[in-house]
């Protein structure tokens, strides 16, 4: 099975901060990884698929970028709605994986 | 509107049994692949299972194999899973999840899970 993991675990940050999340895979995913904000309570949300593209409706403040092993995902002015947990995902191969997210609050 | 609405959760003893749906409107739900994933109180997210659109194409995470079907009702725009064998590390919101897919030539690809449903919680506890 392919091992996702992120870093870092948690993050504080305040609004109009740049925050950077990366998230490594155990072996070569090429470009299939997929990023998810989560709030309390809610489901995940999709942000990102195949590693850098924006899903529709997502906030272009949202990038995602990598290959192979190693991936961001960028929030280039962090907004008061954007404090929340986020997930990457690799769809490279079943069993499909998360990484253990990465939690974003306000410092 | 792309709705998917799960039902069927609730608490069970461990050993025992429980079948979860996933009610799909405002798309053509015969046309998609979709998913079970879980979320255990506190935890992570954790991909449970996936089926093709026509149901032929299944897989499982191992640490339910054996124990959980997957299945659906294209006539009724419905997703199951039947859950057997419950243990109490099973206890977690279930959601229910499409595809979203690359198709290329006669390959298909899932990019990542872009609507999931509201989830419904499974209790497994004597």
């Known amino acids: 099975d392919i091992q996702m993991t992120q870093s870092p675990s948690s993050v504080s940050a305040s609004v109009g901060d740049r925050v950077t999340i990366t998230c490594r895979a155990s072996?070569?995913?090429?470009?299939?990884l997929a990023w998810y904000q989560q709030k309390p309570g809610k489901a995940p949300k999709l942000l990102i698929y195949?590693?850098?593209s924006l899903q529709s409706g997502v906030p272009s403040r949202f990038s995602g970028s990598g290959s192979g092993t190693d991936f961001t995902l960028t929030i280039s002015s962090l907004q008061p709605e954007d404090f929340a947990t986020y997930y990457c995902?690799?769809?490279?191969?079943?069993?499909?994986?998360f990484g253990p997210g990465t939690k974003v609050d306000i410092k | 509107q792309v709705q998917l609405v799960e039902s069927g959760g609730g608490l069970v003893k461990p050993g025992g049994s429980l079948r979860l749906s996933c009610a799909a409107s405002?798309?053509?739900?015969?046309?998609?692949?979709m998913n079970w994933i879980r979320q255990a109180p506190g935890k992570g997210l954790e991909w449970v299972s996936h089926?093709?659109?026509?149901?032929?194409?299944?897989y499982y995470a191992d640490s339910v194999k054996g124990r959980f079907t997957i299945s659906r009702d294209n006539a009724e725009n419905s997703l199951y899973l039947q859950m057997n064998s419950l243990r109490a590390e099973d206890t977690a919101v279930y959601y229910c999840?499409?595809?979203?897919?690359?198709?290329?030539?006669?390959?298909?690809?899932?990019?990542?899970?872009?609507?999931w449903g509201q989830g419904t919680l499974v209790t497994v506890s004597s």
């Open positions: 995902q690799q769809a490279n191969s079943f069993p499909f994986t």
């Open positions: 072996q070569g995913i090429s470009g299939w």
């Open positions: 089926i093709s659109s026509s149901g032929t194409t299944i």
């Open positions: 999840a499409r595809d979203r897919d690359y198709i290329w030539g006669n390959y298909r690809y899932t990019e990542g899970f872009d609507y």
């Open positions: 195949t590693a850098s």
């Open positions: 405002g798309f053509t739900f015969s046309d998609y692949y």
